[in-house]
């Protein structure tokens, strides 16, 4: 049961923008390397392949630059 330890936040409890930003990056990264080996050569849509590179980006990213900030604010007040 420690694989599931990589969802949680510095308090340690479940983190669902940590859920979503990894479900989003292997989605992404399974479509890619299926694609990459099909014999169709279909690839995804580009939209497609951007609005789940931002979520990820939007859950991981977004969220720790977050907590860099709530940190400075919870010190000054």
């Known amino acids: 049961m420690k694989f599931f330890e990589i ?3 510095e308090r340690g409890k479940f983190s669902s923008n940590r859920f979503a930003g990894i479900l989003c ?3 992404l990264c399974a479509t890619m390397y299926h694609n990459s080996f ?3 050569h279909v690839a995804p849509a580009a939209i497609l ?3 789940v590179t931002a979520l990820a980006f939007g859950a991981l990213g977004l969220g720790a630059v977050n907590k860099i900030f709530k ?3 919870d010190a000054e007040g």
């Open 25 to 27: 990056t292997i989605a």
């Open 49 to 51: 392949v951007e609005c």
């Open 38 to 40: 099909s014999e169709e």
């Open 71 to 73: 940190k400075k604010e």
């Open 7 to 9: 969802f949680k936040d």
